[in-house]
């Protein structure tokens, strides 16, 4: 039986193995993946059981997205880009990063229709996963990409890497076509963003990367002011399915009743 993980801290949350144990089922493949809460000092053993097989793949989540690249033999143009890694696999005995979270945002906004070409955005956090909505956001020809976090140097250091990035003060609201919360706040119900959004004129677009729950206060209000709202289920879904054809080289489908297995 083959054997798949995702690693992270906490971990607890993660609903890939729901996913990807359902889809490993629907395709008959002898398979097993679970969760795993790590410690930084457990990385090294990881990545030993990966090189020998005993695990077969990986995805990485928050905090260790960064951290495993110094224990990786290669990595793909976007994990490198990014400095990001969410999928790992095994290659002809050499151990690759790969960034499935790209395409994941990149077919989620498309399953929306929103037109990301000549657009200007505005991200809210620099967490783990910015760097990948923005390398997505500059594939798909964002006219401007302006962004904002409590902590000011995070958002620096990020521009160290996306050179084009217009740094917005924490407080500051800028206009824009599509904002985006990748922030950390709104996982837990009734939490909000301390900043003043009741002024921003309505019909914009409103991304939420938190899938659960399914709509935080910032999804909630935006909507109750007449704007579009979506939240980063589908962006889960297909950075989840990407990983999925990596591994086992069978695209899974996306239906309903996916959709469901991350109701339960
Ligand atoms: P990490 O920072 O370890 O990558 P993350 O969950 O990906 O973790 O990112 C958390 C994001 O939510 C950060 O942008 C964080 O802001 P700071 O850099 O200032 O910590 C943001 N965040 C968390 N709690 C917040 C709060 N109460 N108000 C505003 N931003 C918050």
Redesign the pocket.
């Known amino acids: 039986m083959k054997k798949y993980l995702v690693i992270g801290n906490p971990i607890n949350h993660s609903q890939s193995p729901q996913l990807h144990n359902f889809w490993i089922k629907k395709n008959n493949i002898k398979a097993v993946f679970e969760k795993q809460k790590l410690e930084s000092s457990d990385l090294k053993n990881l990545f030993l059981k990966i090189k020998n097989k005993e695990i077969e793949g990986a995805n990485v989540t928050?905090?260790f997205?960064n951290e495993v690249i110094s224990y990786l033999d290669e990595l793909s143009h976007e994990a490198e880009e990014t400095r990001s890694v969410n999928t790992i696999y095994l290659k002809d005995k050499k151990i690759i990063g790969h960034n499935t979270d790209i395409d994941g945002f990149s077919s989620a906004i498309q399953d929306t229709k929103f037109n990301v070409n000549g657009k200007k955005i505005f991200i809210?956090?620099?967490?783990?996963?910015?760097p990948s909505i923005i390398f997505s956001l500059m594939k798909m020809n964002a006219s401007n990409i302006m962004i904002t976090?409590?902590?000011?140097?995070?958002v620096k250091k990020l521009k160290e890497i996306f050179v084009n990035l217009t740094i917005c003060e924490?407080g500051e609201i800028p206009q824009f076509d599509m904002i985006i919360n990748?922030?950390?706040?709104g996982?837990n119900n009734n939490?909000e963003?301390?900043?003043d959004l009741s002024k921003i004129e309505n019909e914009k677009f409103f991304y939420d990367v938190i899938y659960n729950p399914k709509e935080t206060n910032f999804l909630k209000n935006a909507k109750s002011m007449g704007n579009r709202v979506e939240n980063g289920k589908r962006m889960f879904i297909h950075q989840a399915a990407a990983a999925f054809k990596i591994w086992h080289g069978i695209q899974p489908e996306i239906n309903d009743e996916v959709l469901k297995v991350l109701d339960q």
Do not use: D, H, M, Q
């Not at 809210?124 to 910015?130: F, S």
């Not at 976090?149 to 995070?154: D, E, G, H, Y």
């Open positions: 928050i905090p997205k809210i956090g620099a967490g783990g996963v910015v976090n409590r902590t000011i140097a995070k924490w990748a922030t950390s706040v996982l939490e963003i301390n900043l």
